[in-house]
């Protein structure tokens, strides 16, 4: 099992730049794909950006690529001792049409962070919103 917290989110003037943190709960957290996802009112969840298990691989939707940048700690590139179990989400240049409440996800299957479909995603945080004025 795991647990997925969300932080980062907040209120930001298009062109500004915000950092989502999804820190992750179980010892298996690094043999995991991570991806991003973001649904904004009304609209269906989309995907954002994902990383594969040790970091070396990253895939982004073409709306953010670019601008966003996804990276991660684990046990893998850092010692065991000090393994946060986090993944990150740099966001810069935003624009309005980045408003959206951001979903970490994490998928068993260490390949899927090409898969863009949410359905591909076993577990899921809660959520925390952007919003960026214009």
């Known amino acids: 099992q795991v647990q997925l917290v969300e932080s980062g989110g907040g209120l930001v003037q298009a062109g500004g730049s915000l950092r989502l943190s999804c820190a992750a709960s179980g010892r298996t957290f690094s043999s995991y794909a991570m991806g991003w996802f973001r649904q904004a009112p009304g609209k269906e969840r989309d995907f954002v950006a994902a990383?594969?298990?040790?970091?070396?691989?990253?895939?982004?939707?073409?709306?953010?690529?670019?601008r966003f940048t996804i990276s991660r700690d684990n046990a893998i590139t850092i010692s065991r001792d000090n393994a946060k179990n986090t993944v990150y989400l740099q966001m810069n240049s935003l624009k309005p049409e980045d408003t959206a409440v951001y979903y970490c996800?994490?998928?068993?299957?260490?390949?899927?962070?090409?898969?863009?479909?949410?359905?591909?995603?076993?577990?899921w945080g809660q959520g925390t919103q952007v919003t960026v004025s214009s």
């Open positions: 996800a994490a998928s068993v299957s260490s390949d899927h962070y090409t898969n863009t479909r949410p359905g591909a995603y076993d577990y």
């Open positions: 990383i594969n298990w040790s970091g070396a691989r990253t895939y982004y939707a073409d709306s953010v690529k670019g």
